[in-house]
């Protein structure tokens, strides 16, 4: 004759070897989360920043080398590791007449790597995209 089982040995044990991966995949899935809010959030600061930069220079050339510089020094500053970062910045509004309206946009875009974190579903890489428009002063000074 058996006896009933009524000891809960080993429970744990089973407890342990089932939760453990659903508590890995949620830990990975909110770190992947963490990477894109904070890359997307440096991006977007980068933009800005840029965009700002630029709008205040006097020319043209000056503003493109404003942007650049801050974009990329922001970008380091917020300790951001993006691969294929690119910026696409519009000076066009530089060559208006004074007294006419105009603004420069900044246009940035890089790809944030999440292959290290081995999630099945997880893409390798997520793609980010930021633009920003900042006006310029119609009667700025042109030397």
């Not at 058996?2 to 508590?23: I, Y």
């Not at 875009?109 to 290290?116: E, I, K, N, P, R």
């Not at 995209?129 to 000074?141: A, L, M, N, V, Y």
């Amino acid at each position: 004759m058996n006896r009933p089982w009524t000891s809960d040995e080993g429970s744990a044990s089973v407890e342990l070897a089932v939760l453990t991966p659903v508590v890995l995949v949620v830990l990975a899935v909110v770190i992947a989360g963490g990477r894109i809010v904070t890359a997307h959030a440096a991006l977007d600061t980068a933009t800005t920043a840029a965009a700002r930069a630029a709008s205040l220079a006097r020319t043209a050339t000056a503003a493109h080398a404003a942007a650049t510089t801050t974009a990329r020094d922001t970008l380091a500053q917020e300790d951001v590791h993006c691969a294929q970062p690119s910026l696409h910045i519009d000076t066009g509004a530089f060559n208006t007449a004074p007294g006419t309206a105009g603004a420069v946009v900044v246009r940035a875009s890089c790809t944030v790597a999440l292959a290290d974190l081995a999630l099945p579903t997880m893409p390798g890489n997520i793609p980010l995209h930021s633009e920003f428009t900042s006006p310029i002063d119609p009667f700025r000074g042109r030397t």
